[in-house]
């Protein structure tokens, strides 16, 4: 597996990611759902990873800055076929070390409390992610789940 830093110009990476928002609409109310779509992914404090395997995307995240020392986890998301594969956990494992190594020392993400989620909460647990209240922007929200992690 190859995971690189990806310019979202391509149309696979397009198409990975409208599966994304148009899953996670499906599941959670417009109201409630935070998954950044293109032009928020392309935004100059975001970094985005792609995952590939014999040229095809196999999964993606993103860390977005939110102050010079706290980044937030965004856009985890692993092809459906490939999952419970160890994409997810090499990939965070990429991106948990190139937010050390820009300077980062704190990384927290929002994700959905549904059963759905319940598996990506398991693998943030599992990389010593606790729960933490609202952070940044975000507000209080019985659809969500916050954690954070120190690096």
Known sequence: MRIAVDDLTGPE????????????????????KHALDLDGLRRPEVTFWTATEAGRVVGCGAIKRLDAQHAELKSMRTAPA??????????????????????????????????????????YEKFGFGYCEPFADYRPDPLSVFMTRTL
């Open 13 to 32: 990476i397009a198409g990975f990611l409208d599966e994304h928002v148009q899953q996670m609409l499906s599941i959670t109310p417009p109201e409630s």
């Open 82 to 123: 490939r999952q419970r594969g160890g994409i997810a956990s090499r990939l965070l494992e990429h991106i948990l070390g190139e937010a050390r190594t820009v300077g980062f020392v704190r990384i927290s993400l929002e994700t959905g409390s549904d059963a759905f989620f319940l598996p990506a909460r398991r693998l």
